[in-house]
Nanobody
């Protein structure tokens, strides 16, 4: 089991910045993929950013150039630096951790989410 706890959400004006953090209860070295998702009111949950254990990252087109994901395996954390925020970034942001075992078994864990509200 992995418990994930997010922090850093809040209210910010358009153009501002926020930094989200997610702390994992298990060594991040054992987690293949850590990611941030978000879900806006009335919309499906969507992938925002991904960071793999090998160091590669990937972003949704809507946040490229504005958001940066980083993971610190020694501290068991993954962060999301969000700059130039837009009202359409308003959503509940969820931390996700995916462990893939050699045989293909997957363990998928979610945090409870943190609300980000961007005012215009």
């Amino acid at each position: 089991q992995v418990q994930l706890v997010e922090s850093g959400g809040g209210l910010v004006q358009a153009g501002g910045s926020l930094r989200l953090s997610c702390s994992a209860s298990r060594s991040a070295f054992s987690i293949n993929v850590m990611a941030w998702y978000r879900q806006a009111p009335g919309k499906q949950r969507e992938l925002v950013a991904v960071a793999t254990s090998s160091g590669s990252t990937n972003y949704a087109d809507s946040v490229k150039g504005r958001f940066t994901i980083s993971r610190d395996n020694a501290k068991n954390t993954v962060s999301l630096q969000m700059n130039s925020l837009k009202p359409e970034d308003t959503a509940v942001y969820y931390c996700n951790a995916l462990k893939i075992w050699p045989g293909g078994l997957r363990e998928n864990y979610w945090g409870k989410g943190t609300l980000v509200t961007v005012s215009s």
